[in-house]
């Protein structure tokens, strides 16, 4: 006669069996299910890759609207802005200095740098005083992104990606151009100083 200790183990040993062997057809059982559902409704992609497939689609829509004149690098000639009043006023010097280029993959960057700007005291940007950081922010400007042209009515819009400016990420710059032989004038809207701006770029073609 087993004794009542070791039948209690025993027991146990069973139930503990059975509760493992549940589990496991529960788990195989879920598991076919989501397969079933993925078979059948296909795999969900996540934030990223659904970004990422929506980012190609664009891309690849935009590479149709590419016109030949645009592509390439440019350089800047001169960047000045102008108000409602007849006003001119050059943000980054009258000899501002920059670079536009335009890929034929509707991919684009640009930078824009005022030559004057002073520079740190020290190496260490750590160390940089507010004023410093102030002037090199207020002396600097850059941003990438994609393009799209409507050359109906010349212009061209920037979709940001990035940029130094953290309000101008995600969204969409419009600007008008020209061309005039080997020079590029870009025009658009520019709020600086609480005071409504129109901005007008030339930018000469790198070999």
Known sequence: MTP????????MKIKACRFNALIKSTYLLISMVVL?????????????????????????????????????????????SQNSSGQKAYPFGSDAQGRITYEPDGRMAVQLMNPSRPGFASDDPLVTSEAEVRAAFGG?????????????????????????????????QQRH???????????????????KWVVSLVWERLP
């Open 140 to 172: 600097y400007t850059a941003y990438y992104g994609t393009y799209s042209v409507n050359p109906d009515d010349r212009t061209i819009v920037h979709h940001i990606e990035a940029a130094l400016l953290p309000n101008w990420v995600g969204t969409d």
């Open 36 to 80: 079933l559902i993925g078979g059948c409704a296909g795999i969900s992609h996540g934030p990223g890759e659904r970004k990422a497939d929506a980012e190609k689609g664009r891309m690849h829509s935009m590479s149709r609207e590419v016109i030949p004149e645009l592509v390439g690098s440019w350089k800047l000639i001169s960047f000045h």
């Open 177 to 195: 151009f020209e061309f005039d032989g080997k020079y590029l004038t870009l025009k658009g809207p520019l709020l600086l100083g609480g005071v």
């Open 4 to 11: 009542p200790f070791e039948y209690l183990i025993g027991h």
